[in-house]
């Protein structure tokens, strides 16, 4: 079973500038998770999206941050215009459903450099 | 509000033996969901082990191990005969509304 795909892998901007990640979940997985881990923390959850509709986006920054998930498969996240402190790794996670016992798979993250 | 704390932000165990790694959470809620997820270096995160707080049996895989304790709010992971293969975060996570993840405790298995 292939796993959570996230593209690019690493990826450096300078502040003010604009980036995208792409995530493509394990294919029939119903939720998607987006997570921001900045060095020595664990991650933290950005938004939830169940199919295409948001679950929940209240750790959002909504005045940067932007994300869809068309057609209920692939997603992606924006950031518009990067700050320094957005230096971290976004993960991408999907499980079967937004079941709290379900357990998340989570991609490899990309790499996100400010400078 | 939910929170988790990982106080052990590191540390070391040699191979084959046995090491614990805490964990204390706070929750105003009753039914909830405990995890404990490993990502080792330059790898994707994986999941160790669940509980369901309604459970008081502990949760056990293989070599991993759990103490739940609900009135304290406590979740220890033991692993048992440590393998270098253990190397890696070991993040506590708890599931109320959302997946809420401790710091992290880095652990280092050494032959």
């Known amino acids: 079973e292939a796993g959570v795909a996230q593209s690019p892998r690493y990826k450096i901007i300078e502040k003010r500038q604009s980036v995208a990640f792409w995530c493509n979940p394990i294919s029939g997985h119903a939720t998607l998770y987006w997570y921001q881990q900045i060095l020595g923390q664990g991650p933290k959850l950005l938004i939830q999206?169940?199919?295409?509709?948001?679950?929940?986006d209240s750790q959002l920054p909504k005045d940067r941050f932007s994300a869809e998930r068309l057609k209920g498969v692939d997603s992606t996240l924006k950031i518009q215009p990067a700050k320094l402190e957005d230096s971290a790794v976004y993960l991408c996670?999907?499980?079967?459903?937004?079941?709290?016992?379900?357990?998340?798979?989570f991609g490899p993250g990309t790499r996100l450099t400010v400078l | 509000a939910q929170t988790v704390t990982q106080s052990q932000p590191e540390m070391s165990v040699q191979e084959a033996e046995t090491v614990t790694l805490s964990c204390t959470y706070d929750t105003s809620e009753n039914n909830y969901y405990l995890f404990w997820y490993k990502q080792p270096p330059s790898r994707q995160m994986i999941l160790v082990i669940r509980?369901?707080?309604?459970?008081?049996q502990n949760a056990t895989e293989n070599r991993f191990s759990v103490n739940f304790q609900k009135a304290a709010k406590s979740f220890s992971l033991k692993i048992s005969d440590s393998q270098l293969g253990d190397t890696a975060m070991y993040f506590c996570?708890?599931?109320?509304?959302?997946?809420?993840f401790g710091a992290g405790t880095r652990l280092t298995v050494k032959p």
């Open positions: 509980q369901e707080a309604y459970k008081q």
């Open positions: 999206f169940q199919n295409n509709g948001v679950v929940d």
């Open positions: 996570a708890l599931v109320e509304n959302d997946m809420r």
């Open positions: 996670a999907s499980s079967l459903a937004s079941l709290d016992y379900n357990e998340q798979f």
